[in-house]
């Protein structure tokens, strides 16, 4: 049997482990006074001396970002270090004015977390390696095309000094759908913390790294150390989305796995992800750690957190609000989901759980308003001024004002469309519920101009009521109550 023939017949498991950069939701930037808020402003018009770099200049750290960090290792349920300090990571890239980037090296702020995550159907927890503070380069902009094809590159330095964390996994991942569902369940807390803002430019990139390793070298999950040590990594880089993260590590275990049973070795380097291409290049060879040469920052000196993690505080996280839904409001699983899925969402929900019925209230928050703002490309935030509103037209329901029907198709959508009031929409429709004796009458008059289907109701044909029930809603404009209705007809059918 040949090498080549013995390799192609190895069957391999993908070992990935994560580093994902989240920029911290701070007014202004770690080391200095710029403000974070330039997703309009003209390039490099939100820096100064500290963040370009500018010899003489001196950092001085933001408290906000170490407690947006503290805040983010309680949700990880991590370490905390009561010590923490700042080294200086030195390379040479055009985004970094510096040449160094001030980051975290041995003492990090956060250690040993772990988050639970649900995938097919089954619950892993992937563990935390640790997660430190940085400074975040500033962006490159590649002119016609990607970096691999681009005629030349801009630099904009605003992003320069942005509070980023760096979260960095153990390699627990054997396959790129874990990945997609760890990065969706990170980004929830974060968003819960109040410490994270997915609009923003670059908010949350991944760097992956990624080896294929031989399945004899598992015991159940677990890989050998000493193998996995052994085995060449690729790193790949520039994925910033859940669906990109599962894209480029999909091609890469299949590019890897195709090299393998060429009898081609796979090179340790680093690659860049070609969204538009939806293929990884390579960029360089990968670096030891040895290579960025890291020492003590010496403008910045020790931080003590033990006081600020005594006063920070967090909020109840998703996966405890979803099971309190479950429990207090008697939802089910797919509704909880739903109403959980940011925390405006849920603050929504509650109020409106309070004040009616929590199964109207599920109901018209995770199905219709969701349902609606989804179809618009919406989200709650976007309303977040007009919620008395959308609590007024579930008042006008619950008190029988108006139709479910006439609510969800008229009145909601015109609501959205037009940003009208609903009690304004109702009327210039003329919307509001017909009164006892219109409906009488319509029962009426459907009944005399429809003998066929009263026939069809005696014999027992199911569609003959329901029938029956659309012509009076069609005489009265949608206005009268279908169960009233329907029970209407009845007691005259059975005269």
Not at 94 to 106: A, E, G, R
Not at 309 to 329: G, H, Q
Request: glycine share 6%.
């Amino acid at each position: 049997m040949t090498a080549q023939s013995s390799r192609a017949e190895v069957d391999y498991q993908a070992v990935i482990g994560l580093e994902v950069h989240v920029q911290l939701q701070t007014r202004t930037k770690i080391f200095c006074g710029c403000s974070t808020d330039f997703g309009a402003s003209q390039p490099n018009t939100h820096t100064c001396p500290v963040c370009l770099g500018l010899p003489g200049a001196l950092p001085v750290l933001n408290e906000a970002a170490v407690e947006a960090a503290i805040k983010v290792g309680k949700a990880l349920d991590a370490e905390i270090a009561t010590t923490t300090r700042f080294h200086r990571k030195n390379y040479f890239y055009p985004d970094l004015p510096k040449n160094y980037q001030i980051t975290q090296y041995d003492e990090p702020i956060c250690r040993d977390g772990e988050l639970e995550i649900s995938h097919r159907g089954v619950d892993r927890t992937i563990t935390i390696e640790r997660a430190h503070l940085e400074e975040d380069p500033g962006s490159l902009q590649h002119a016609g095309g990607s970096i691999a094809t681009a005629e030349y590159t801009l630099i904009d330095y605003n992003r320069a000094g942005v509070p980023l964390m760096e979260i960095v996994t153990a390699p627990d991942f054997r396959e790129p759908g874990e990945i997609r569902a760890f990065l969706a369940k990170l980004e929830e807390v974060l968003s819960y913390l109040g410490v994270y803002d997915a609009s923003r430019d670059g908010s949350l990139r991944v760097d992956a790294n990624i080896s294929l390793i031989d399945k004899d070298a598992f015991e159940g999950d677990k890989v050998d150390p000493e193998r996995l040590k052994q085995a060449n990594r690729t790193e790949v880089k520039n994925i910033s989305s859940h669906k990109g993260a599962e894209r480029a590590l999909s091609y890469e275990i299949t590019r890897q796995r195709n090299a393998l049973r060429r009898d081609k070795a796979v090179a340790q380097e680093t690659r860049h992800w070609d969204e538009n291409r939806g293929i990884t290049v390579g960029l360089r060879t990968k670096e030891a750690e040895a290579d960025y040469r890291y020492f003590r920052e010496p403008d910045l000196p020790p931080i003590r957190t033990d006081t600020l993690v005594d006063v920070v505080t967090i909020p109840e996280l998703p996966d405890a609000r979803r099971d309190r839904f479950a429990k207090e409001y008697g939802l089910d699983p797919e509704a909880a989901d739903k109403l959980t899925s940011t925390k405006q969402v849920a603050d929504f929900y509650e109020r409106i759980a309070q004040a009616f019925d929590p199964e109207l209230a599920a109901t018209w928050v995770a199905d219709e308003l969701l349902g609606e703002l989804n179809y618009r490309d919406m989200t709650i935030t976007d309303i977040d001024d007009r919620l008395d509103q959308f609590h007024r037209l579930i008042e006008l329901v619950a008190e029988e004002s108006i139709t479910a029907k006439n609510a969800r198709e008229v009145v909601l959508r015109t609501m959205l469309d037009e940003g009208a009031d609903p009690d304004e929409i109702v009327e210039a429709e003329g919307l509001g519920m017909s009164d006892d004796d219109e409906v009488a009458l319509a029962v009426e008059a459907a009944i005399d101009e429809h003998p066929e289907a009263v026939a069809d109701f005696h014999t027992g044909e199911d569609g003959a009521l329901n029938f029956l029930v659309g012509q009076v809603m069609r005489k009265t404009g949608g206005r009268a109550d279908p169960g009233a209705v329907n029970e209407l007809l009845r007691e005259q059918l059975a005269e």
